[in-house]
């Protein structure tokens, strides 16, 4: 291979115009933005439910009868939350229409608020 040809081999992708980033974006699959969404949900409503059990004792001990202890109920109650919203979304066909921008954002934010609710509670309470 001559010097020309290797040169023109490794500059001819170099040459080309940088793509928008939309034209690299990614699809989701409608089954990762279903379950992506309901990851979202879930992660709220893991907050909710802690703050709710300790505020309320009865659901507490309610919990920690069900399984033995309560944050396995948690644990149970967000994966069932998480799996249902998940098979809802992906036969509504819901999240579909998301980007994955969207759809990291709302993940982000999404542990951004519950881990911030989560530290305020216990910080707070």
Do not use: C
Not at 54 to 63: C, E, G, H, V
Not at 69 to 78: K, Q, S, Y
């Amino acid at each position: 291979m001559s010097t020309k040809s290797v040169m023109s081999a490794v500059s001819a992708p170099l040459a080309q115009p940088a793509a928008s980033p939309a034209k690299h974006e990614a699809a989701l699959s409608s089954a990762s933005a279903a379950f992506g969404l309901a990851a979202a949900i879930a992660i709220l409503f893991n907050t909710l439910l802690a703050w709710v059990k300790d505020a309320y004792d009865p659901l507490n001990t309610a919990m920690a009868r069900l399984t033995g202890h309560h944050w396995i109920t948690h644990g149970l109650l967000d994966l069932a939350v998480f799996v249902v919203l998940g098979a809802v979304f992906l036969r509504n066909g819901i999240a579909a229409r998301t980007s994955p921008n969207q759809l990291a954002l709302q993940i982000v934010g999404a542990v951004i608020l519950g881990g911030a609710g989560l530290a305020a509670w216990f910080v707070l309470v």
